[in-house]
T-cell receptor, first 111, second 109 residues
Framework: ETGVTQSPTHLIKTRGQQVTLRCSSQ?????VSWYQQALGQGPQFIFQ???????GRGNFPPRFSGLQFPNYSSELNVNALELDDSALYLC??????????FGPGTRLTVT | RKEVEQDPGPFNVPEGATVAFNCTYS??????FFWYRQDCRKEPKLLMS???SGNEDGRFTAQLNRASQYISLLIRDSKLSDSATYLC??????????FGSGTRLQVQP
């Protein structure tokens, strides 16, 4: 496997709540990217962290925020959850642009 | 218009068939291109990178045409285990991958 782990695997939240998803990157990888994959769609880029700094952001509102820690693990926080936030959230770690390794994802359901 | 467009399929083919997937991208700043494979309810996994000169990995051949902004993937001698969704991906060099919606392949016995 890739060595990228995510927790939790599944989560059910209510509209308006907040959620934190976690990702441990592959050893030595200093870049973590987060993606949202809705059913039947390809993953969409949320943002990327490089050495604890945000290094690019996709077309997602500010209620999607993140952190990267000194050990390069990362968190994705989503505030004021909406029904449309229901999706598979994937993180990918990388050292080189051409090699992104995805974790198994967290499946979030918002009711 | 989506930045990366693919035919969603599904492509239903018999074992042993040759199948081709096509993809177009709209951002001319895209620098790198990939095909990822995603099994049902699993994470995407890199299948192969795509180069202008074309590249082959066993039964898989990928091609890039920068002038037409077109990428292809050819699978020869399809196996049951090739059944999956194939995602066409472009990278503008910022390590932020832009995915197509995927093409579903079902190989039948």
């Amino acid at each position: 496997e890739t060595g990228v782990t995510q927790s939790p695997t599944h989560l059910i939240k209510t509209r308006g709540q907040q959620v934190t998803l976690r990702c441990s990157s592959q050893s030595g990888h200093n870049t973590v990217s987060w993606y949202q994959q809705a059913l039947g769609q390809g993953p969409q880029f949320i943002f990327q962290y490089y050495r604890e700094e945000e290094n690019g952001r996709g077309n997602f509102p500010p209620r999607f925020s993140g952190l990267q820690f000194p050990n390069y693990s990362s968190e994705l926080n989503v505030n004021a959850l909406e029904l449309d936030d229901s999706a598979l959230y994937l993180c990918a770690s990388s050292l080189r642009p051409e090699e992104q390794y995805f974790g198994p994802g967290t499946r979030l359901t918002v009711t | 218009r989506k930045e990366v467009e693919q035919d969603p399929g599904p492509f239903n083919v018999p074992e042993g068939a040759t199948v081709a997937f096509n993809c177009t991208y709209s951002n001319s700043a895209s620098q790198s291109f990939f095909w990822y494979r995603q099994d049902c309810r699993k994470e995407p996994k890199l299948l192969m990178s795509v180069y202008s000169s074309g590249n082959e990995d066993g039964r898989f051949t990928a091609q890039l045409n920068r002038a037409s902004q077109y990428i292809s993937l050819l699978i020869r001698d399809s196996k049951l285990s090739d059944s999956a969704t194939y995602l066409c991906v472009a990278d503008t060099g910022r390590r932020a991958l832009t995915f197509g919606s995927g093409t579903r392949l079902q190989v039948q016995p």
